[in-house]
């Protein structure tokens, strides 16, 4: 799966639309009512996974194999 293809795990937007502006990865989705989504993605703590971090879709993958590993 590409960037493109992962849901921000914060807003719910596709991660393709998080732009790199220096510190932070910000949203330029419009939200519901028409106004620029207000999600930033902060570099600092997604560490070496880089923004695939706050990928929804790779955190329920790993939730899912730490539950059958009994860690969770």
């Not at 991660?15 to 993605?41: F, K």
């Not at 600092?44 to 194999?65: D, F």
Request: hydrophobic share 30%; charged share 35%; with cysteine.
């Amino acid at each position: 799966m590409e960037k493109e293809e992962y849901t921000c795990v914060v807003c719910g937007h596709p991660l393709s639309a998080h732009i790199d502006e220096g510190e932070y990865w910000r949203c330029h989705c419009l939200g519901p009512d028409l106004y620029q989504c207000e999600c930033h993605l902060p570099k600092e703590r997604a560490g070496e996974e880089g923004i695939l971090y706050y990928a929804l879709e790779l955190r329920i993958k790993k939730k899912i194999e730490e539950i059958k590993e009994g860690r969770a």
